[in-house]
């Protein structure tokens, strides 16, 4: 009562004294959540209008954007090369979320447990988090090198005699594939590990009563109550993978050929290498639209925007 | 194994038979200092993600040990035969500890700005009245869609519309607006699992909305504000592409920009490299330390409540 002082010119006169004890009062108005709306919208809504417009310009980076209408599009239209970056990006999309969604997810139910030994390994697990994604690209780059790295040693094992890993388009995929996914799993982990320790202990152990081993309470229990956190974790994934670009500039700059060239790097590319800000932000449009397609479909599917608490009911 | 199927077998007749007699009828498994039984094939397959996170680790802080000759020779498994700091000595004297202070800077900067604004946004969300709010939330759904690349060239525009090119607010600005919709989000989530009786029972006292948020939802978000905190500094610590295209100077470099480009300076001298990167990563690992001490109580707390 006595700090109510911040809020005093507002509050009383919309929640008069006898209202007190209704759920309206010591609720915020929509003002305080004005700072954090207006900063978003000026630095990333905004320019995401503004990418658009751009997509009709011709710009070198220096002068004044000029007017060009549909050039941008009709040449990107023809351009095979971004053909193929959607399609690398597609296929990278979802091949990361089949590879790190499970994975994560067992991963963090299981890190979720309080016994000494998982939090010790928890916190094994959550170090390739700690480096930037290009510190930990110069550490792959290193070990994948064929003449000195890792790969030269263990590579013929794995079916690449000579090690060049990096130097086949699978190869080169594959590698990015699997060292995003090596940097943002323990990310996912973390997120699934959250998830998972707030589930009540009283559903586990009904479960355990009613004599539900642990592969049915993860089904049973673990698994529906994560729901909520598997939309989160994917939008995530999803969105990260449409944007590998660090990986892709340092492990194989889009190469061989234009075999990784995903879509944030032809971006790069043409943007900030050839100097074609205009041609760039149509491709940047296109990765826009496709980024919050598939999260609007994810949400949508999942009615995440409508969703409230799963400990509803309880 | 027989023995964990046995002991599955052994324990629910227990529960069973007792509940009704004492209210105490789970303990037998907190007795066992809270502890359920163990999980072997979890606990294998665990073993082989810590031999995969593991392997390049060691490789990587080894090498920072070892001579280029040495590591040329004796391949990047082999233990250092004469640990070296001559790597440590050439990073620390080139301008690495200049980018790391304003890495350290941006970083700091943009994770007060996120904590600040996605924890009032998360409040104004959970609990204010109105179409207004829930707009908000979705605005910031929406943007949880929207790559930094993708608008990385109108960033650019407006930053030199705002003579700003070239200066670390250049960098901070953008990378802490990309953070705020993950924050919001996990903030939201956890802020919603706020009983309503709290919320009610503070009204009942007549709290403001400024002491309901600094006394109930700050209190009981406190994991979640950690985690935000965590995030939002990761991500700052990891940009590359606001500073690649951002900033200029030596003076404003940023460390993975620095890092980056140590690539061209010491070319084939890998553990020279390699000592960078290992230098970059201290830093925040001494801050996750820190900072996971903090998230586990957090956890914790909100457990005991």
């Not at chain 1, 004044?64 to 990006?89: C, F, K, V, Y």
């Not at chain 2, 007749?13 to 105490?24: D, F, I, L, S």
Request: glycine share 8%; charged share 15%; net charge positive.
């Amino acid at each position: 009562m006595a700090d109510a002082a911040p809020t005093r010119a507002r509050r009383p006169a919309r929640q008069p004294r006898r209202s007190v004890g209704r759920a309206g009062v010591g609720r915020p108005g929509v003002v305080w959540a004005l700072p954090g709306a207006l900063f978003f919208v000026f630095f990333a809504v905004a320019p995401m209008l503004l990418v658009g417009a751009l997509a009709f310009t011709d710009w070198d980076g220096i002068g004044t954007p000029s007017w060009t209408g549909m050039s941008n599009w009709s040449r990107l239209w023809d351009d095979p090369e971004t053909h193929q970056a959607i399609r690398l990006s597609l296929v990278l999309t979802v091949l990361t979320w089949v590879f790190q969604t499970p994975l994560a997810l067992l991963l963090g139910v299981w890190a979720a447990g309080r016994q000494r030994n998982r939090a010790v390994l928890s916190a094994v697990f959550f170090l390739p988090l700690l480096g930037s994604s290009v510190a930990l690209a110069l550490v792959w780059k290193s070990l994948l090198d064929p003449n000195f790295g890792l790969v030269a040693d263990i590579g013929p094992a794995l079916g690449f005699a000579d090690g060049d890993l990096l130097g086949s388009s699978n190869g080169a995929f594959g590698a990015i594939l699997f060292v995003t996914a090596w940097q943002f799993i323990p990310l996912h982990t973390l997120i699934y590990q959250g998830g998972a320790r707030a589930i009540p202990r009283s559903l586990y152990d009904a479960a355990a009563i009613d004599g539900a081993g642990t592969v049915r309470q993860f089904f049973s229990i673990t698994l529906p109550q994560l729901r909520n956190t598997v939309v989160t974790s994917s939008v995530i994934m999803v969105v990260g993978a449409l944007t590998f670009f660090d990986t892709v500039l340092i492990l194989t700059k889009g190469g061989p050929g234009t075999d990784t060239t995903i879509v944030p790097y032809l971006m790069y590319k043409n943007g900030f290498q050839a100097f074609d800000l205009g041609y760039a932000s149509a491709v940047a449009t296109i990765l826009v639209f496709v980024a919050t397609t598939v999260s609007l479909l994810l949400v949508r599917l999942t009615g995440f925007a409508a969703m409230r608490s799963t400990r509803e009911g309880m | 194994m027989t023995e964990v199927l046995h002991d599955r077998k052994n324990h629910p007749p227990n529960g069973v038979r007792t509940p009704k007699k004492t209210p105490a009828a789970p303990r037998p498994r907190l007795s066992r200092r809270g502890l359920p039984r163990a999980n072997y094939p979890a606990g294998l397959g665990a073993l082989i993600w810590l031999g995969i996170v593991g392997l390049p680790l060691y490789v990587l802080v080894a090498t920072t040990f070892q001579t280029r000759d040495g590591y040329i020779d004796d391949g990047p498994l082999a233990l250092p035969d004469h640990p070296t700091l001559t790597n440590y000595r050439r990073v620390l004297r080139s301008d690495f500890l200049s980018y790391l202070l304003n890495t350290a800077l941006v970083t700091a900067v943009c994770a007060a700005i996120v904590i600040t604004l996605s924890v009032t946004v998360g409040y104004t969300v959970v609990r204010a009245r109105g179409r207004a709010s829930r707009r908000i939330f979705q605005i910031f759904l929406l943007g949880l869609a929207i790559p930094s690349q993708a608008v990385v060239i109108p960033v650019y525009l407006v930053i030199t519309k705002l003579q700003l090119y070239d200066t670390l607010l250049a960098v901070i600005l953008p990378t802490a607006a990309f953070s705020l919709p993950v924050s919001v989000l996990v903030l939201v989530g956890t802020m919603r699992d706020i009983d309503e009786e709290l919320y009610e029972s503070m009204a009942l006292d007549g709290a403001s909305p400024t002491r309901v948020l600094l006394q109930l939802v700050v209190p009981l978000s406190r994991s979640a504000i950690s985690t935000v905190g965590v995030m939002s500094a990761l991500h700052a610590w990891n940009g590359f592409l606001f500073p690649l295209l951002l900033t200029q100077s030596k003076g404003n470099r940023l460390l993975t920009l620095g890092l980056y480009d140590y690539v061209g300076e010491f070319r084939v001298d890998t553990p020279a490299l390699l000592t960078a990167v290992v230098l970059s990563i201290v830093p925040i690992f001494l801050v996750y330390l820190f900072a996971r001490r903090q998230l586990i109580s957090g956890l914790m707390g909100v457990g005991g409540k």
